[in-house]
């Protein structure tokens, strides 16, 4: 499978490079700093799942140079989500599906304003993932997706991407209810994702007690928290 990772980062890059490991076709879209890494020593992925180097691959900023692919794994940030989807048009033929694997709950509406619902799959991703340094990727945990198409239908291009992330060992699950998955992860995201940033803590070390956060932190908690 021709497949085209728009955003390479932390989580793209992980998935991107589980593909390519499974001998198909990726190229790696990213920009700055992570793509002249890339660029110029390939990808690497830390994983205690095996890890990977990447190196014959396509890595640029211009889809163009990509040309028509059969998957584009769309991992861009929530508010690079317009400009992002009007640049995958080199990206685009008659068969091609679009992956979001983007937190929040409306981005893969905006990609199928623009392509159509019936090319469009929004992804829940579950992941521990981090960028070390500029072409290096660490994961810890996890790394499973679950998609579905907008309306709650699967059909056969939606169970091709199933088929391709399962043969590359990537945890996947196709939902007729993705947008039920897609709100029950942005209400666990939104309380402690605030609450790690305002503590300085990882999320593995606020430990919920008795319906009580209790703080383990390196820094003290802000006053008044």
């Known amino acids: 499978m021709r497949i085209a990772v728009m955003g390479a980062g932390a989580v793209g890059g992980y998935f991107g490079a589980r593909l390519a ?40 900023d211009d889809p163009a140079q990509v040309g028509v692919v059969d998957l584009v794994l769309f991992c861009v940030k929530s508010y690079d989500t317009d400009e992002s ?13 679009i992956l979001s694997l983007q937190n929040g709950v409306d981005n893969a509406d905006k990609i199928a304003r623009r392509w159509g619902n019936q090319r ?3 992804g829940v991703v ?49 939902s007729r209810a993705i947008r039920n998955i897609q709100w029950r992860k942005l209400l ?11 503590t300085r803590c990882f999320l593995k070390k606020l430990v919920i007690r008795c319906g009580r956060p209790t703080y383990w932190c390196r820094r003290q908690a802000p006053a008044g928290f």
């Open 21 to 60: 490991a499974a001998s198909n076709d990726v190229a790696f879209i990213a920009r700055g700093l992570q793509l002249m890494a890339m660029q110029r020593e390939g990808l690497t992925l830390e994983s205690p799942q095996g890890s990977l180097d990447i190196r014959d691959a396509l890595f640029t």
């Open 85 to 97: 989807a009007a640049k995958v048009t080199p990206l685009i033929g008659n068969r091609t599906i």
């Open 120 to 122: 469009t799959l929004a």
């Open 126 to 174: 579950y992941i521990g993932s981090q960028l070390l340094q500029p072409g290096k990727i660490k994961h810890s945990s996890g790394g499973r997706i679950v998609f579905g198409e907008l309306d709650g239908q699967v059909h056969e291009p939606t169970q091709a991407v199933e088929q391709a992330l399962t043969s590359a060992q990537i945890s996947c699950e196709v």
């Open 188 to 198: 666990w995201n939104a309380p402690f994702c605030a609450i790690s940033c305002l």
